[in-house]
């Protein structure tokens, strides 16, 4: 049985995690956070539940679309039916309704973590990759305190270009590939009230200003309506800018640009929380989805080698699984 261990718990490295032990591979997946989905992420805090990292997907694949429909049909995926509006540069607040159905994860984005995680998949959290090194034929995983993961065949490395690199050295294609993919960085705040704001829209994009994107999370479906929450994404620029600023000093900078822009009339807000996205996203795809080393058995998959977005994690996951799996088979089997 080949035996793969993947590193990074998010939805590149469970696609694929899922693909190969669905077909028969024995996978280990180490995460250095505690729980999965990378940044499809779900924080909880003052007793409720909100969406920090990825606010929605969007499926036109058609492999990605029966994959939606099936977590839809497991009741892990609903669609989410929001009119966004747009802020322009002065601050003027437009209607913009689209057609473009948006999907979330229920009760939160962590679900769909949750549904690509099956029994046979072997899940060690809180346990950071280090280094690897590969032996004659099999290659071995360190972490903190000297512990070692050893005995694997093929070796997938599913984090943010910037946290593959290192781990790629093997490889100076993929390492190359990893250096040279761009990511931005992101400052998310949320918003929470303990009576309603009043605030009379669900999600804006913003144009020109400190904020690119904000939304109603309680409003999402599946989500506790109450306590009422919003949460704001910084413009790249703008996070890159302040990428040290203290946590708090950056939740009341765009609360208050908030405040002023969208919600001049709201109460004042019961609590704020902000989150630092160091590596949150990708502009264009460096490879075509995966890139696989056949002679060291080496992988990368992530939305930096495809395109960006939770779409894209998911078909360079899967896509670098269905590498795997042929370069398994005889040469002359290989279409
Ligand atoms: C603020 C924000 C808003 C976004 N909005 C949207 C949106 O609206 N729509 C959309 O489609 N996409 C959005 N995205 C992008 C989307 O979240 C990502 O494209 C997608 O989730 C990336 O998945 P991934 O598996 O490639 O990477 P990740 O989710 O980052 O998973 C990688 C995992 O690897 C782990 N890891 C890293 N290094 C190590 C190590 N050494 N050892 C062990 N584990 C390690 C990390 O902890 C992480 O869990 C957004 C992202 C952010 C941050």
Partial sequence: MLRVAVIGAGIAGLACAARLAAAGCRVDVFEKSRGTGGRLATRRDHGTGFDLGAQYFTARDPAFVAQVDAW???????RWD???HVIDATGRLLPSPDDTPRWVGTPSMTAIA?????RQIVLCTGTRIESVSR????WSLHAAEHLVFDGFDVLVVAAPAPQAAPLLVASPVLHALATGAVMESCWAVVVGYDEPSGIRLDAAFARGQPVSWLARNSGKP?????PETWVLHAAPGWSEEHLEAPADAVARHLHRWFAQVVAPQAPEPAWLAAH?????R???AVVDASAYDEALQLGVCGDWCSGGRVEGAWLSGHALAARILAAQLPRNFVQ
């Fill in 222 to 226: 599946g989500r506790a309506m109450m």
């Fill in 135 to 138: 032996g004659a034929h099999r």
């Fill in 114 to 118: 949750q549904q690509l995680l099956g």
């Fill in 282 to 284: 990708t502009g264009h």
């Fill in 82 to 84: 929001v009119q966004p």
């Fill in 276 to 280: 630092r996205w160091r590596f949150a």
């Fill in 72 to 78: 839809r049909a497991a009741g892990a995926v609903a």
